[in-house]
């Protein structure tokens, strides 16, 4: 076919403007990474989105919640989004929208009487939503529904000890280990997948002394996990055994060794790579940095970073290049740039968020 030389030229520039409007509409949707942030003092749960390049935060939207969020988590997949509400002792669950991260709140369950949620988490499968109550010293499982809400009554509350602050799942899905501050010790249970039901495994004693196990983390490939000792201001390395579960090896300060003030810790969070961890330190308002051997799970001290008043509270995003630390104390959120060879934080910005910050959680979203 003969066509007109200005028809030949046009066709593929057509194309060519198809292809840059197919690739705008792409990158308008594209996966992205949301932050979301707990105020207490307002009962509401801040959202922002973080830029991965530049590791600045663009603040997306915000939603007002019945009593003050605490502990945040993320059902696998990125689909739903769940909150201890402090002041009102229950749970909520909201839908993540997966284009804005955006949420729209789906339902509220109260907790048995008594009963104040330190930190919530969902099983690996995403049917099971696990809280660990401080003041009544108990651990509850919730089922959820396939729609996000979560259902009532609870199907098991079991009585631990008092400062109960934490659930860490290990990745087979069997394991779950329960934190407890004052008794200096981990509770240990197994998961059954099917029914959510947990069964007692026995206790470990904290790395040392009055450690005062607050968080656990575990290590991303390895058999290794961490604590945040809350009383001790220290770290403890453990080696996990799926069937018989903890056995200590390490404890390290988290502090400088000139430091007299008062101080706890508070959170612990592996870096994705497996060759670091940190520690919030509350006093010395500093986030300490750990290299992590990667044959034994032994530390080595990296130091301490300056962070905002009272660090209850951070979190890394998913790829791994940025720290989020969030300020109890002043309200305000850092952002730190991770040098992954090294595992130094470089500050890149902070913003003024709040009256009072109780959490930090980041989570990518697919998009629509």
């Not at 919640?65 to 990125?78: I, S, T």
Request: aromatic share 8%.
């Amino acid at each position: 076919m003969n066509l007109p030389a200005w028809l030949r030229c046009s066709v593929p520039m057509a194309w060519l403007m198809s292809a840059i409007l197919l690739s705008s509409t792409a990158m308008r949707t594209e996966a992205a990474t949301y932050v979301y942030v707990s105020m207490a003092a307002e009962q509401r749960i801040q959202i922002y989105r973080l830029e991965p390049d530049s590791g600045s935060l663009t603040a997306v939207d915000g939603i007002a919640v019945d009593g003050a969020p605490g502990c945040l988590a993320v059902r696998p997949g990125g689909q739903f989004l769940f909150a201890s509400l402090r002041t009102t002792s229950s749970l909520a669950s909201f839908r993540i929208d997966q284009g804005t991260g955006k949420l729209t709140l789906l339902s509220t369950a109260a907790l048995p009487p008594g009963e104040n949620a330190a930190f919530v988490t969902t099983d690996h499968s995403g049917r099971w939503l696990l809280s660990a109550s401080y003041l009544a010293g108990t651990v509850v499982v919730h089922r959820v529904r396939d729609d996000g809400t979560i259902e009532l009554p609870p199907i098991q509350s079991i009585k631990t000890a008092k400062t109960a602050h934490c659930v860490a799942i290990d990745r087979s899905n069997k394991l779950v280990l329960v934190p407890h501050v004052a008794p200096n010790a981990v509770h240990q249970f197994h998961l059954n997948e099917q029914t959510g039901k947990l069964i007692e495994a026995g206790t470990v004693a904290g790395g040392a002394d009055k450690a005062g196990p607050r968080h656990l983390a575990f290590h991303p490939s390895q058999r290794f996990a961490y604590t945040s000792d809350e009383q001790g201001s220290s770290i403890t390395g453990y080696h996990v055994d799926p069937a018989t579960g903890l056995t200590s090896f390490q404890t390290l300060s988290t502090l400088p060794p000139d430091f007299r003030g008062p101080n706890s810790t508070a959170e612990v969070k592996a870096h994705p790579s497996g060759k670091f961890v940190w520690v919030s330190n509350r006093g010395h308002d500093s986030l300490a940095g750990f290299s992590i051997n990667e044959q034994s799970g032994h530390l080595t001290k990296l130091g301490q970073t300056p962070t905002e008043k009272t660090p209850r509270s951070f979190e890394l995003d998913p790829a791994g290049n940025f720290l989020i630390a969030a300020g109890e104390g002043n309200g305000r959120l850092a952002v730190y740039r991770i040098d992954t060879s090294t595992g130094r934080l470089i500050p890149v910005n902070a913003y003024a968020v709040g009256k009072s910050l109780t959490w930090v959680r980041a989570v990518d979203l697919a998009g629509e």
